[in-house]
């Protein structure tokens, strides 16, 4: 079973049943995974030899591993060069969905374990840095109960540094065997700090709420299966709701058949993506639904990326759907795997358009209100984000005026 076989293995989702007068949790059993292991639509690939000879043995670098190989003063694996240099080489495609796994980090994502659990510590990561930022703690997990935060960076885990460059590997790591603890190393407001945490937590895909009789909140945290949100959806359709908040800050996952799918349980069927790579015409992404005849606002903000990127504009472009936070991530990209030996590469082989033409990969999504998260929110437990989008609710449904 190939690696990304085993992790599409563990996505299975649970449905936990409630009132519609509560926020309810809409989990998922195993792991959470960032995207960049599951959104391939095949498995891992072996480049052409000529092409892989060309890529290992490139004339200038050729020329410059012979010299090292000959005249450094200390021993150097050859196969290290060669991987450090493919790495190089991907690097400077400039592009953030692109990255090189060498041998031990490549090994990992192989053979991770089937039998794990999650400490609760979400990550993203943020347009200006290469650092692993907690985007979301999951209530009551033991990375909540340890004191990490929303906006500490996540240096090292067990001892592994960690960089926005691998967010995938970095996600997985904070992940473990039921049961076993990890030791995270990080920082906040330039302090260096550690914690311990255990892997005893179920993640959350996704959390539904009625904030009054004609307005829903629907939050949702992960795009890497769709059952569990469409049952979220169906749960708030049940209250008949007038308009929907979709929270979509922080949300990752870029599985597009996911995307496709929540896109038709909110929208119907409707052109939600186009798909568009060096060559040919674009293929087209469609959702298929019944969806839901009402109003929506939607919120985002900087860690919001890939698939929930493409659902944020679709219910902008079909449902005239304000945007309501910060400018978007900005990564809408189709990866391919390539299998290099004992190396892995991940590549943009296309990105996705929104279904207008939208270029969503590498620029973000502006938002129609910006409204930015500070650390005053924080220290209060407020959230002027969603009380922002509250107010256009409730302007959309007239109970602004009833009030």
Known sequence: MGFLTKILALLASLFVAGSVTTKETFTNTELPTDWEHVASDVETVALPEDLLKDLQKGDVLLEAKNAIMTYFYKEVEEDTLISGANAGVVSMTNDIANVYYMSD????????????????????????????????????????????QVGDIIYSVDDQVVSASTLGLAQLFMNGKTGSTIKVTLYRDYEEMEAELTCDTTATVC?????????????????????????????????NPEVMI?????????????????????????????????????????????????????????????????????????KKAPLVGETTFGNTPKLTWYDLNDDLMCLATARYLSAEGVEIHMNGLEVDTEVERSADDDAADEDSQLNAALELAEKMTGEEEDS
């Open 105 to 148: 980090a490549a090994e990992q994502l192989r053979n991770w374990p089937e039998d794990t659990a999650f400490t609760g510590a979400w990550l993203g990561r943020s347009r200006d840095s290469n650092w692993c930022i907690v985007t979301r703690v999951e209530a009551g997990s033991s990375a909540e109960k340890a004191g990490i």
């Open 207 to 239: 959390s539904a709420a009625m904030l009054s009789e004609k307005i829903a909140y629907l939050e949702i945290i992960s795009l890497d299966e769709s059952e569990a949100i469409e049952k979220a959806v169906a749960f708030l359709a049940e209250s």
């Open 246 to 318: 979709v929270d979509l800050r922080g949300a990752i996952g870029n599985d597009m058949d996911v995307t496709a799918k929540v896109a038709g349980a909110l929208l119907g069927n409707v052109e939600i993506a186009k798909c568009q790579g060096k060559q040919g015409e674009p293929e087209v992404v469609k959702a298929e639904g019944s969806g839901l005849d009402i109003g929506y606002v939607v919120l985002v903000d900087q860690y919001t990326s890939d698939g929930a990127e493409i659902l944020a504009q679709a219910l902008r472009e079909a």
